[in-house]
């Protein structure tokens, strides 16, 4: 199953019309290039739903969120809600500020997302108006354990149900559910967390995966985050002693070119309720 939604990403290469951060914006578009699918930038609120409309799919990243491409982002997102159009929401930092926390949860109520992607402290900002997010990273009261990791299950299904989006939480435990399913991954490396934009390039590759695979959004989006997380340990696999993070970086890149279905099949690390 994972083998066949990796393959259909390139054998269709979709584009993939990108609203993200200009700290990650390079990556994004060389991840979805390493992924197979092909990367469009644009955030001017003068082509952004136009861009859109040639587009497989939508990903609105808010990271470096300012009042000019908010515009973009819910003109595009009308757009592509009215192509039927996969749309991935990663509310970057949401609950470190009001302007991105109301920012998040007005995109929600005008535009319909196919998935929304980030780690546990930023789905609760969006759910609950809380703030507990420490810049761009979950606080470590938030982070899922086995030991909690039932009631994030819950809260998981329970906001996919309430958005009718596909829900991943990333996280040294990742899950992605549905308001009936939700994968247990348990792939990734902790380096990770030390490269800026991990979280942005699978918000990127989440939305080619959801193109190529649009009838099976949970498994489209549970894939995507295996195959990042197993592109992360395999890139960690390659590190010599004299590597640090930036090559770490574009080894998690190349790792994403060389990915076959075989490899992420056999890698992946997950259960299903």
């Given at each position: ?153 819950v809260f998981a299904k329970d906001l996919a149900s309430k958005t009718g ?109």
């Amino acid at each position: 199953m994972l083998k066949h939604i990796l393959e259909n990403v390139r054998t269709k290469a979709p584009i993939i019309h990108n609203i993200t951060n200009y700290v990650t914006v390079n990556d994004c578009a060389n991840i979805l290039l390493a992924c197979g699918a092909s990367p469009v930038m644009s955030d001017d609120i003068a082509e952004a739903a136009e861009i859109t409309s040639i587009c497989q799919a939508l990903n609105i990243n808010i990271g470096t969120l300012n009042t000019e491409t908010r515009k973009a982002m819910f003109a595009a997102g009308k757009k592509a809600n009215s192509c039927s159009l996969p749309v991935v929401l990663d509310p970057v930092a949401a609950g470190a500020s009001k302007m991105r926390t109301e920012t998040a949860r007005a995109l929600l109520q005008r535009v319909k997302f196919t998935a929304v992607k980030g780690n546990i402290s930023e789905m609760k900002a969006i759910a609950m108006g809380t703030n507990t997010t420490k810049g761009v990273d979950a606080d470590l009261a938030d982070a899922i354990t086995d030991n909690n990791l039932d009631k994030a299950i819950v809260f998981a299904k329970d906001l996919a149900s309430k958005t009718g989006a596909v829900i991943a939480i990333t996280g040294a435990i990742d899950l992605a559910a549905d308001a009936e399913r939700v994968y247990i991954m348990r792939n990734g490396h902790p380096m990770m967390s030390r490269v800026t934009g991990t979280g942005c390039m699978l918000s990127a590759i989440t939305a080619a995966y959801l193109a190529a695979n649009p009838e099976r959004p949970l498994d489209a989006v549970a894939a995507a985050v295996m195959a990042m997380g197993l592109c992360g340990e395999r890139a960690h696999a390659r590190l010599s002693k004299c590597d640090g993070n930036a090559t770490y970086r574009n080894y998690m890149i190349d790792e994403m070119y060389h990915l076959d279905g075989d490899t992420l099949e056999s890698g992946a690390k997950y259960e299903i309720r």
